[in-house]
């Protein structure tokens, strides 16, 4: 299912359809598109990853060191808004404080051949919304993991002073071994004075954010903090366990949903699913902030019981599946237990020589015996 980032009115939602949202259409001023030529600057573009809200993201190489890179063209409509592009830029400085395993490093942000484009940790791999398509709900302890590891880079962020704002299956990426990273900070506002780009936009009554995934006092224009982002983590959460977010309809009914409508119990829906994640989801997706975890800490610790590897957990076969990357997960295991998953167990060695020995001994005594007992 689409998650198109759309631009709504939060006072005056419109009943359209999600994908043909109107995208910042009171700030585009069309233009003929420009070519987009094979090098950026040092940056050979190899092919497009994917396309956001202001831009489309590419593959490519620095030249130079021969390293792989994400590059994120800004949109010609964007490039053509002074104050978009300023903010881009301004966005992009304060994403270099951000400095995590489970968040895409921004590198460079720069202007070639008249585009401005942000240069990231390329994060190979696919986005949930990506695998939630292929295969449909996740097992929990699987789902949890991927959570998990989004919560680590959500904590992060929010102690360096930012609020994503846009939480959802497509912003977090998954590589081969199950590591996430967490993308498109391009909705992140860092709360730290002077450098709130977006109140005056939120103040106006637009709100950027995706129909499917916004929590209620984003969607009413209110000021977000780290709750917003435990609310969209619990939706992300909702939608991998039971393979779709909670609501349905138009972009109007999913914002008056989100505000009123409690959502069916995940266990209802999957009754696989523990009752008592169902119960941490429900939490997460509280209507009032208050009435959510506070932090990103309190989601993990309340999800610890159902990780894999965990007691509790759902079943150990999904083990394989499960991130192994990230800190948390790292801190995790190793206080665990002092096994190291990367080491080969060893036997004693003293059994061995022992043997060995006595071996060594009782040959040695037969043989003096065979030859001065004849
Ligand atoms: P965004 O504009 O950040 O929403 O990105 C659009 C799409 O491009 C994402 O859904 C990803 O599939 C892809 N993408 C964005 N950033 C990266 C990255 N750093 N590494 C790999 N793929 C990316």
Redesign the pocket.
Known sequence: MPTT?ATVRASRAQAADPDTVSVIHDLVRPREAKVLPDMLGPYHLIRT???????R?F?AEHRAMRRPA?V?VLSDEATADPELLERFYREARALAVLDHPNI?RAYDVREAEGFHFLV??????Q?LEVLLRKRGPLPSAEAVGYIWQAAAGLAHAHAKGFIHRDVKP??L?VDESGGV?L??L?LARSNRPGDGSVSGRVDSGTVMCTPDYVAPEQARGEPPDARTDVYSLGVTLYALLTGRPPFEGTVAQKLIAHQSKKPRPVHEVRPEVPHGLSEVVARMMAKTPAKRYASMAEVSAALAPYKAGSPSAETARFAVTVPTKGTTDWAAITADSDAKPWQAKRRPVWPVLLGATVLAVVGLSLNWLVRHGA
Do not use: F, I, Q, T
């Open positions: 980032r990853l994917g396309s956001g809200g202001v831009g993201v593959l994400a994120k895409v990231l940790e390329y994060a190979p791999g986005d497509g912003n990426l990273k993308l498109d391009g």
